[in-house]
């Protein structure tokens, strides 16, 4: 049986990617670039975009236009509030899930 990691990683992207742009700014190419970075190189610029469109329209991140060096304006995302505590109470939560799974997994 094959494992369907894209459903492992659907429930949890949003918070790899809010905490992504906590660090700093950024722009949907560079987030799908760091992603790769993290060994999710299975994440695609199709799946990033709607995304960010989701978590801006639930107001967890808002995004301006910055000129670039390399072309037209790129739009720029950074965290508001609302992301910040979406990442708190994420981070809570998964660590009490992860804990309960491996501790099952290692059995």
Same mark, same amino acid.
């Given at each position: 049986?094959?494992?369907?990691? %894209?459903?492992? @990683? !659907?429930?949890?992207? *949003? ?6 742009? +906590?660090? !700093?700014?950024?722009?949907?190419? +560079?987030?799908?670039? =760091?992603?790769? !970075? /993290?060994?999710? =190189? ?9 995304? $960010? @469109?989701? $978590? *801006?329209? +639930? +107001?967890?991140?808002?995004?301006? $236009?910055? *000129? %670039? ?9 950074? $965290?508001? %509030?609302?992301? %910040? !505590?979406?990442?708190? *109470? /994420? ?13 099952? @997994?290692?059995?």
């Amino acid at each position: 049986m094959k494992i369907n990691t %894209s459903q492992i @990683l !659907k429930g949890t992207l *949003e918070a790899c990617v809010l905490r992504l742009i +906590e660090n !700093k700014d950024m722009y949907g190419y +560079e987030i799908t670039e =760091e992603l790769s !970075k /993290f060994g999710l =190189e299975m994440v695609a610029q199709g799946t990033i975009y709607p995304l $960010l @469109l989701k $978590l *801006e329209k +639930e +107001e967890l991140i808002s995004g301006y $236009l910055k *000129e %670039s060096t390399d072309g037209p304006p790129r739009k720029y995302y950074t $965290l508001t %509030s609302g992301g %910040s !505590k979406y990442i708190d *109470e /994420f981070s809570r939560v998964w660590h009490q899930i992860s804990t309960a799974i491996n501790n099952i @997994l290692q059995q």
